[in-house]
């Protein structure tokens, strides 16, 4: 079965720091998707950022950005600039093999920004 | 992406009661999921929605407990029978769509708590 890793239940970073949240999986695809969700106190779970198997460069998106090491099986989420509002729960999630739609999920990391 | 609306956002219920949730998105869209998130927890898939026939289980979760029905390919419903207080959850609809088919956008969840 597949499983998906998130080794830092909890972390906290300073106002306009930069924090990197941790992620491994197990898988025995060779074509799959990865993606970090934000879930805030408000529950809404909202895609953070997306990377496909297949491609060697690091998916960004803004102030995101992710370490996909694909050999390791990892795949990191860096946020630059951290702001108070990236205080959430995130959420490392993979697809099982091209074509699949299933998700699985880690047990997620709790991120607080501190002021 | 599309936008996605779930009814009811909360509710409180007795054990012994059903509890039928609806998800409405605003664009036709390929697959729709059910989830679950128990307090504290990740999310664990109770079924894909499929329209026009029968949804698709997973493993522990079975269709009189969890009833669910998409009649188009914009609406779905899923239905929690005979609640206890072990139903307590959130529970949320996801769809994919538009040109990333294997990437799932979420409702806001609908907050269950069974007394």
């Known amino acids: 079965a597949q499983t998906v890793t998130q080794s830092q239940p909890e972390m906290s970073v300073q106002e306009a720091e930069t924090v990197t949240l941790s992620c491994t999986y197990d898988t025995s695809e060779n074509n799959y998707y990865l993606f970090w969700y934000k879930q805030p106190p408000s529950r809404q779970m909202i895609l953070v950022i997306r990377?496909?198997?297949?491609?060697?460069q690091n998916a960004t998106e803004n102030r995101f950005s992710v370490n996909f090491q694909k050999a390791a099986k990892s795949f990191s989420l860096k946020i630059s600039d951290s702001q108070l509002g990236d205080t959430a729960m995130y959420f490392c999630?993979?697809?099982?093999?091209?074509?699949?739609?299933?998700?699985?999920f880690g047990k997620g990391t709790k991120l607080s920004v501190i002021p | 992406s599309a936008v996605i609306s779930q009814k009811p956002s909360r509710d409180i219920c007795q054990r012994g009661t059903s509890l039928t949730i609806q998800c409405q998105v605003d664009s036709q869209v390929t697959m729709m999921f059910w989830y679950r998130q128990q307090p504290g927890q990740s999310l664990t898939l109770i079924a894909t929605a499929n329209q026009g026939s029968e949804a698709t289980y997973e493993s522990g979760f079975v269709i009189d407990k969890f009833p669910i029905s998409r009649p188009n390919l914009t609406f779905s419903t899923l239905t929690v029978s005979n609640m206890s207080p072990e139903d307590s959850s959130i529970y949320l609809c996801?769809?994919?769509?538009?040109?990333?088919?294997?990437?799932?956008?979420f409702g806001p969840g609908t907050r269950l708590l069974v007394l």
């Open positions: 990377q496909e198997a297949y491609k060697q």
């Open positions: 999630a993979s697809t099982s093999g091209a074509g699949s739609y299933q998700l699985t």
């Open positions: 996801s769809v994919t769509s538009g040109g990333f088919q294997e990437t799932q956008y």
